[in-house]
């Protein structure tokens, strides 16, 4: 059976690279620091040092904000299933949505209030595009 995810010990190694590939992707959908910092639930410094490559720094992240970046990770991977040009992979988090959950809104919006429920909703409702049932 496996472990939910709140109930599993992360390594610093594990939490290092999951951030750092969080970090990347949401460069890519031009988040501003403020944004991804909301996102996953960082300080600015761990954001700064996530986005350097020194092999030395190492941290510890608890299960809520390694959950987080599985969302980011998740809607990232299901952008790449959707969509074949990197414009709508990397912008469609960037653009204004009339779907009834997004009210106009962009998914980044929404992910950036920084509740777990928005960043939630938001990889919901993205991953039915790809035909994912809910």
Known sequence: MAVPLQEQAFSKSQCVTGLRAAVGILEKWSASSEQACRILRISRSTYTRARQQD???AVAL???QMQRISF???IHATLRLIFDNPENVYG???????NEFFNGRTPL???AQGD???LYET???IDVLRGAQW
Do not use: T
């Open 55 to 57: 092999p030395e720094w």
């Open 62 to 64: 608890d299960a809520d």
């Open 72 to 74: 980011v990770l998740n």
């Open 92 to 98: 469609f988090v960037s653009m204004a949505n009339d």
């Open 109 to 111: 919006e929404i992910m």
């Open 116 to 118: 777990m429920i928005s």
């Open 123 to 125: 990889f919901r409702r």
